[in-house]
């Protein structure tokens, strides 16, 4: 099935009209789910006809790959502007509460959309690829500053384990808190976790 889209937008008023439609796309997905979205409903929210989307997106899955690609875009580029910025005689805990900081923050980029996407789609389509390898050679960069206090010597399996912990832990935070659990209080937690998996002495 064809997930690329039919046309690149290159002039403003294509991307304006790329945006319009795939804003629609992502209000219809939160409102109905993927499986009771379609192009007809994206059409008529966005105030366009069916044929008019079509140049564009020739089906749902091309839409809804195109509204990935672009809610990635966005995660990681307020995940780089972060640790863009994180010092580099920084210390272990404190650059691990940018990675911390920074995927929080990606997570909480239209936490609705970010929910149906990894609820409900992100087993359909592999995207998720690039997000994962920006983050992981994030951390190698920022665990090899302190390979000296690092008990495991291997900063490539190091880093793997930190970003399998942090996706989980700040995904939990931000999307999935269970009744009774304080988020704040969660993400507090975190630091100390890694740091704890970082810095135990192996027998």
């Given at each position: 099935?064809?997930?690329?889209?039919?046309?690149?937008?290159?002039?403003?008023?294509?991307?304006?009209?790329?945006?319009?439609?795939?804003?629609?796309?992502?209000?219809?997905?939160?409102?109905?789910?993927?499986?009771?979205?379609?192009?007809?409903?994206?059409?008529?929210?966005?105030?366009?006809?069916?044929?008019?989307?079509?140049?564009?997106?020739?089906?749902?899955?091309?839409?809804?790959?195109?509204?990935?690609?672009?809610?990635?875009?966005?995660?990681?580029?307020?995940?780089?502007?972060?640790?863009?910025?994180?010092?580099?005689d920084g210390s272990l805990a404190g650059d691990l509460q940018a990675l911390?900081?920074?995927?929080?923050?990606?997570?909480?980029?239209?936490?609705?959309?970010?929910?149906?996407?990894?609820?409900?789609?992100?087993?359909?389509?592999?995207?998720?690829?690039?997000?994962?390898?920006?983050?992981?050679?994030?951390?190698?960069?920022?665990?090899?500053?302190?390979?000296?206090?690092?008990?495991?010597?291997?900063?490539?399996?190091?880093?793997?384990?930190?970003?399998?912990?942090?996706?989980?832990?700040?995904?939990?935070?931000?999307?999935?808190?269970?009744?009774?659990?304080?988020?704040?209080?969660?993400?507090?937690?975190?630091?100390?976790?890694?740091?704890?998996?970082?810095?135990?002495?192996?027998?």
């Amino acid at each position: 099935m064809k997930l690329e889209p039919r046309k690149m937008p290159r002039q403003a008023r294509s991307k304006a009209m790329v945006d319009t439609i795939l804003d629609a796309t992502a209000r219809v997905l939160i409102e109905r789910g993927y499986a009771k979205t379609n192009t007809n409903v994206v059409a008529e929210l966005a105030g366009i006809s069916v044929g008019s989307l079509y140049r564009y997106y020739p089906n749902k899955n091309a839409l809804i790959t195109a509204l990935q690609e672009r809610h990635l875009a966005k995660m990681l580029g307020i995940f780089s502007d972060i640790t863009a910025n994180v010092p580099p005689d920084g210390s272990l805990a404190g650059d691990l509460q940018a990675l911390i900081n920074a995927l929080v923050g990606a997570h909480l980029l239209e936490p609705e959309l970010n929910r149906v996407l990894e609820e409900e789609i992100a087993s359909r389509n592999i995207l998720g690829s690039d997000a994962r390898q920006k983050f992981f050679e994030e951390a190698k960069v920022l665990l090899g500053r302190h390979r000296a206090e690092i008990s495991n010597g291997d900063i490539d399996l190091a880093a793997f384990v930190v970003t399998r912990i942090l996706k989980i832990l700040v995904k939990t935070v931000v999307l999935e808190l269970p009744d009774g659990v304080d988020a704040s209080k969660l993400q507090a937690e975190i630091l100390p976790a890694v740091l704890g998996y970082l810095t135990h002495k192996q027998s």
